[in-house]
């Protein structure tokens, strides 16, 4: 992982996450780069037959350069000594689509940015989140981080299991391998959460962990087992009992009526837990 992206709105929870991106950073040894995106300022122009908008060049120009001043301040409120930083102004582009400006940032290979959670049924659960967005469109991996999590060495990170999506799964415990390559240390506990609309009986559950165990060569590698109302209050129980650093989990994009209809779990945990949480996306099926 050569580089990180930080997204930030310059908020204290953005703030939060970028004082944890350059702890992940300095661990790593990566490049870290740090964005802004903003509305380019445009006037509308009323011509015969309806209206226009152009660019406000002049206003453009001064918008940047307070921009630029206050991405200047932002990145000197942490130490960073040793990191290469990079600044970037985004202007006319989507935050949750990250292939709109990736390509502006050679090797990076993780998104780190900040969420608040979802504030009401019409923010967080019809629309959603920036965060939770750009969890389910991006194509590389997100770590989603609320206001009060610090970076420490992983040392248990916690992986919930889908045991009837066994290739998707598999891929995921191999992908939480790689990335933990850094950590040789950490714990990587395999979750399977029981509730009363899923239930994994013990043989599949048996059977599943000892395909992962076949190949996927991880020592300090275990599996738990809770039962609870929710995926999502099972996590919570998980992550609480185990003392967890990392919760991972993958995402499968759901877009449109389907997100509207079913969801995401991991969209969800982005949002109403308060762990810090890595979302892969997961690649899709026959892949």
């Known amino acids: 992982m050569k ?23 300095r661990h790593l040894g990566s490049a870290l780069h740090i964005a802004h995106v903003y509305d380019r300022p445009y ?5 015969q037959g309806g209206l226009s908008a152009i660019l406000d060049s002049e206003l453009d120009r001064k918008l940047r350069e307070e921009l630029r001043a206050y991405l200047r301040e932002y990145a000197a409120s942490v130490p960073h000594e040793g990191l290469h930083l990079f600044l970037h102004l985004l202007g006319d582009k ?9 390509e502006a940032m050679p090797d990076v290979g993780l998104i ?13 659960g019809l629309f959603g989140t920036n965060t939770a967005r750009l969890i389910r469109h991006s194509p590389i991996p997100v770590l989603a981080l609320h206001r009060q999590n610090t970076y420490k060495p992983y040392q248990k990170v916690l992986l919930p299991l889908d045991i009837f999506e066994e290739e998707a799964m598999l891929w995921m415990v ?14 990587l506990i395999l979750l399977v959460i029981n509730t009363p609309y ?42 609480q009992r185990e003392q967890g650093d990392l919760l991972v989990m993958g995402t499968h994009a759901r877009k449109g ?17 308060t762990y810090p949480l890595l979302a892969f996306p997961l690649p899709k099926s026959g892949k």
Do not use: C
């Open 43 to 47: 006037a509308s122009i009323a011509y």
């Open 174 to 187: 191999k992908q939480a391998v790689e990335f933990l390559r850094p950590w040789p240390n950490a714990q």
């Open 257 to 273: 009526l389907a997100q509207l209809l079913f969801g995401s779990i991991t969209e969800n945990v982005a949002q109403h837990l």
């Open 94 to 102: 989507t935050v949750w689509r990250p292939d709109e400006y990736l």
């Open 3 to 25: 580089a990180l992206l930080h997204l930030t709105d310059f908020s204290e929870t953005a703030k939060a996450a970028y004082a944890y991106a350059v702890e992940l950073a």
């Open 198 to 239: 899923v239930f994994y009986d013990t043989p599949s559950i048996d059977r599943f962990v000892g395909q992962i165990k076949a190949e996927v060569t991880y020592p300090a590698l275990e599996l738990r087992i809770y039962n609870d109302i929710s995926v999502e209050e099972g996590l919570n129980q998980a992550m």
């Open 112 to 124: 780190v940015m900040g969420t608040r959670g979802a504030t009401s049924l019409w923010h967080g």
